[in-house]
């Protein structure tokens, strides 16, 4: 479990970032943290492995606090940052130093996930382009079985089949002992993926919330342009209509629409935080 307490962190102390967060994150759902670009995830995310401190509060990640950065804790986690790095070394010789450090590393599973992601297994990584780098990384991170798993934006550099293949393993590696946390601004990225949205704005937890239930306490709906029967939280004109959201009162459960829902949080964040504080 994943527990943050009136966290507040700033990269200076007169000015922070995060105040009094809140935060909880159970095992077996995986997380999509959406927020603007400087919205602060990769800041949240650094928090949660230790690599940052807060200001004042307390962060606890699988009963540990992140900032001891004991060896007992790092075995029950991997982060994979926004930019990977990796060393001028095989594969095979990558996981001879690596993998050791995990207890639950399956070479099996790796194998498995180097083939469905399409990865060269014949070169040193450092002569792979940056997005065989990435998908490495994100191969041997499944691979290595921790109980939490956070992602800085893991879909950047990914091409289209990719991001596809991406979204498979990720599900498919999925169980209930573990906590998936992907950030990301680009929102079609984790559609049909993720089973809880993270939204952060200007240092604030706008949302917090289950698809499901985000699917009944909201309506997402294609309109006629004169539509006026309840207050919209968010409008946007397509090709095929008007597309708003408004509140669900009907009780049928909406299709929701990640990018739309994170446009609603963020420009409209009081209306938003309302209708899931009923
Ligand atoms: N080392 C640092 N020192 C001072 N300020 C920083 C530092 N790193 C980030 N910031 C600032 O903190 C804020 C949040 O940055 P952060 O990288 O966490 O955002 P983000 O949501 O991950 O953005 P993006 O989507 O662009 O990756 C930004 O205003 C950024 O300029």
Same mark, same amino acid.
């Given at each position: 479990?994943?527990?943050?307490? $009136? ?7 007169? #000015?922070?970032?995060? +105040?009094?967060?809140?935060? #909880? ?16 995830? #990769?800041?949240?995310? $650094? !928090? ?11 962060? #606890? ?8 950065? +004991? ?11 926004? /930019? ?16 050791? @450090? ?23 990584? !450092?002569?792979?382009? @940056?997005?065989?780098? $990435? ?30 293949? @991406? ?18 601004? +680009? ?32 309506? @997402?709906?294609?309109?006629? /342009?004169?539509?006026? /029967? ?22 049928? /459960? ?25």
């Amino acid at each position: 479990m994943i527990l943050l307490d $009136k966290f507040c962190f700033g990269y200076k102390a007169n #000015s922070l970032l995060y +105040q009094n967060l809140q935060l #909880s994150l159970e095992r077996g759902r995986i997380y999509g943290l959406l927020g603007k670009n400087g919205a602060g995830k #990769s800041t949240l995310l $650094k !928090n949660l492995i230790g690599l940052l401190y807060p200001t004042s509060g307390t962060v #606890s990640v699988n009963g540990f606090n992140p900032s001891g950065r +004991q060896p007992s804790f790092l075995r029950t986690i991997y982060f994979i940052p926004e /930019e990977v790095y990796v060393p001028a070394l095989t594969i095979n010789n990558y996981v001879k130093i690596f993998a050791p @450090f995990y207890p639950a590393f399956d070479r099996t599973m790796l194998n498995t996930y180097l083939e469905k992601l399409d990865i060269q297994t014949d070169k040193k990584l !450092n002569t792979l382009s @940056f997005g065989q780098q $990435k998908k490495f990384i994100i191969a041997f991170a499944l691979a290595c079985n921790t109980s939490v798993l956070i992602m800085d934006e893991p879909t950047n550099g990914l091409d289209i089949p990719s991001k596809k293949r @991406f979204r498979k393993l990720i599900s498919s590696s999925m169980h209930d002992d573990r906590i998936i946390f992907i950030s990301t601004h +680009q929102t079609r990225d984790l559609e049909n993926l993720i089973d809880q949205v993270v939204i952060v704005d200007n240092g604030e937890l706008v949302l917090n919330a289950p698809v499901e239930v985000i699917g009944q306490k909201l309506s @997402f709906k294609i309109v006629e /342009e004169n539509y006026n /029967e309840q207050p919209v939280f968010y409008e946007e004109e397509l090709l095929k209509g008007r597309a708003v959201i408004i509140e669900n009162t009907n009780g049928l /459960e909406s299709q929701i629409n990640l990018e739309q829902l994170f446009n609603a949080a963020t420009e409209n964040p009081v209306m938003v935080k309302a209708v899931f504080n009923k």
